[in-house]
């Protein structure tokens, strides 16, 4: 009974042992609390280290590297707003500048500058501070800046199109402009000779649509003020259509043919087939080979409507007597 008893003291001891523990707990973490409390109100100045990037640089300009500056300044705010920087704000030390948004001055030839005065309002934006709580180390900004050469290069549609059974292109793609003044290093404008769109691609296509691409220039040194280039797309449903012509000899020639017509399979848009008519087809024999009497003689297609396909001439080939004077 001794033992038992003994035990049960030495376990309320050892619980009334923890629950002091705790209470002893609680109370440092609730000192440390209000200790960081007082301090993060207190003001304190850090200095912090941003990276630069330049954008929105004049068409006609070239930065040979947006992203070579940093900028040196230093907060002086309470220790929330330094800790919430650190932890939040400060995971990429980065500040992007756009140049149509400032003012810049020219120094000397290629080198300008810009009054960091300007950075205040978007910096403290970013940093969610008042301007008053930012100081810069320097009074300008300086960056390298030179002026591109230009050259009009042609345009060229990358396109590539599915076209639904019985339909297709109408003509050729019509896109405007044509060209575009493209800026960049002299040597390297010499280099291009076109500049293609980007991708235009469509599958089942039945009707005509026009739509807007952007012009995909081959190098990222090269700038252009061209946003878009507008292509049109005529597309026709075709039909196929026979006619049978006569073969077309050169008076001076004395030949017999068989047979003297061809049937000349082609295909045509629908819009376009009323007006479609035979002899608007002119089919010859190619002279050039009877000095060597082959056994046929071939025949060409000489002359034909803009707006018609050729498929096959039956027969391609005919065969000739010559007729003796």
Avoid: C
């Avoid at 109100?41 to 990037?53: A, E, G, I, K, Q």
């Avoid at 919430?84 to 290629?110: A, C, T």
């Avoid at 009877?290 to 003689?297: A, E």
């Amino acid at each position: 009974m001794n033992a038992i008893s003994s035990y049960g003291k030495t376990l309320r001891s050892d619980e009334k042992k923890r629950k002091q523990l705790m209470v002893f707990l609680f109370f440092l973490l609730l000192s440390a609390f209000f200790w960081l409390l007082i301090k993060l109100s207190d003001v304190y100045t850090v200095s912090y280290v941003y990276s630069v990037r330049l954008t929105e640089v004049p068409t006609d300009q070239f930065i040979r590297n947006p992203e070579s500056n940093t900028l040196r300044f230093a907060v002086e705010s309470s220790g929330y707003n330094i800790l919430r920087i650190n932890v939040f704000k400060n995971s990429r030390r980065k500040i992007d500048i756009p140049l149509n948004e400032v003012v810049y001055r020219q120094i000397k030839d290629k080198t300008y500058a810009i009054s960091t005065t300007q950075l205040r309002e978007s910096l403290s934006q970013k940093l969610k501070l008042n301007e008053t709580e930012l100081s810069f180390s320097v009074n300008e900004l300086y960056f390298e800046m030179e002026k591109l050469a230009s050259k009009r290069i042609p345009v060229s549609v990358d396109s590539k199109l599915e076209f639904r059974e019985e339909f297709g292109l109408y003509d050729t793609i019509v896109y405007s402009p044509k060209t575009i003044e493209v800026f960049g290093p002299a040597d390297l404008l010499d280099s291009i000779q076109s500049v293609k769109t980007s991708l235009l691609k469509e599958e089942d296509v039945y009707k005509s649509f026009t739509k807007r691409l952007k012009p995909v220039l081959p190098h990222e040194s090269l700038k252009t003020s061209t946003k878009e280039i507008e292509v049109k797309v005529d597309v026709a449903r075709f039909t196929e259509a026979q006619f049978v012509v006569p073969v077309h000899i050169s008076e001076d020639l004395n030949l017999k043919l068989f047979p003297e017509v061809v049937s000349i399979n082609f295909s045509v848009a629908m819009r376009d087939y009323a007006s479609i008519k035979p002899e608007q087809f002119f089919v010859e024999v190619d002279e050039s080979q009877i000095s060597q009497r082959p056994q046929y003689l071939s025949l060409l297609l000489a002359t034909m409507p803009e707006k018609v396909k050729v498929i096959r001439l039956i027969p391609q080939k005919v065969e000739y007597l010559i007729i003796s004077q």
